[in-house]
T-cell receptor
Framework: KNEVEQSPQNLTAQEGEFITINCSYS?????LHWLQQHPGGGIVSLFM???GKKKHGRLIATINIQEKHSSLHITASHPRDSAVYIC???????????FGPGTSLSVIP | GAVVSQHPSWVICKSGTSVKIECRSL??????MFWYRQFPKQSLMLMAT?????????EQGVEKDKFLINHASLTLSTLTVTSAHPEDSSFYIC???????????FGDGTRLSIL
């Protein structure tokens, strides 16, 4: 069993839809990361959180430490949001990161 | 914001060639840098952790004599794939860290293709 799992694996949405990507993990952590990987491969760090909720623009990330679960929400989705979204965990913010398998999102105009 | 520059972004070379990949932190001191590898349709996997001024720590199954890591300064770490073979073809990405409480910053990655 993978230490970090994500669902769904693939997601296709119409522009404007509200999107949710889920992440569950089985190890003790102090930091959870949400990352965005574009087709060219480059990775952008979207959020790092250890509790509660963070919001940045149309993106919202939540985490429930007791349930070992996190969600990434995208409001008013846009084709430029199309990318692979990766959940990753680390014991501390400066520890090695364990990556989930990623969720491939395609937003259709 | 903080930026990590990784170079080159794309390499195609013949089998047996050694390839060096650089990872630079541009506006912060990176005491720790991580090197990851991603095979097609697979998750990113940690290869090694490098701390400035000391030897890198390699993950199980990663050959330290094949993947040479140097972290001689607080802003630069290099990964050299020695005598590369087609099975080394992969996407390599570094991340640099960091101040406590701040996220790791990732480079743009290097796509390595060995013919």
């Amino acid at each position: 069993k993978n230490e970090v799992e994500q669902s769904p694996q693939n997601l296709t949405a119409q522009e404007g839809e509200f999107i949710t990507i889920n992440c569950s993990y089985s190890v003790g952590i102090s930091a959870l990361h949400w990352l965005q990987q574009h087709p060219g491969g480059g990775i952008v760090s979207l959020f790092m959180l250890s509790s509660g909720k963070k919001k940045h623009g149309r993106l919202i990330a939540t985490i429930n430490i007791q349930e070992k679960h996190s969600s990434l929400h995208i409001t008013a989705s846009h084709p430029r949001d199309s990318a692979v979204y990766i959940c990753a965990v680390s014991k501390t913010s400066y520890d090695k990161v364990i990556f989930g398998p990623g969720t491939s999102l395609s937003v259709i105009p | 914001g903080a930026v990590v520059s990784q170079h080159p972004s794309w390499v195609i070379c013949k089998s047996g060639t050694s390839v060096k990949i650089e990872c630079r932190s541009l506006d912060f001191q990176a005491t720790t840098m991580f090197w990851y590898r991603q095979f097609p349709k697979q998750s990113l996997m940690l290869m090694a952790t490098s701390n400035e001024g000391s030897k890198a720590t390699y993950e199980q199954g990663v050959e330290k004599d094949k993947f040479l890591i140097n972290h001689a300064s607080l802003t630069l770490s290099t990964l050299t794939v020695t005598s590369a073979h087609p099975e080394d073809s992969s996407f390599y990405i570094c991340s640099a860290c960091c101040d406590t409480g701040q996220p790791q910053h990732f480079g743009d990655g290097t796509r390595l293709s060995i013919l």
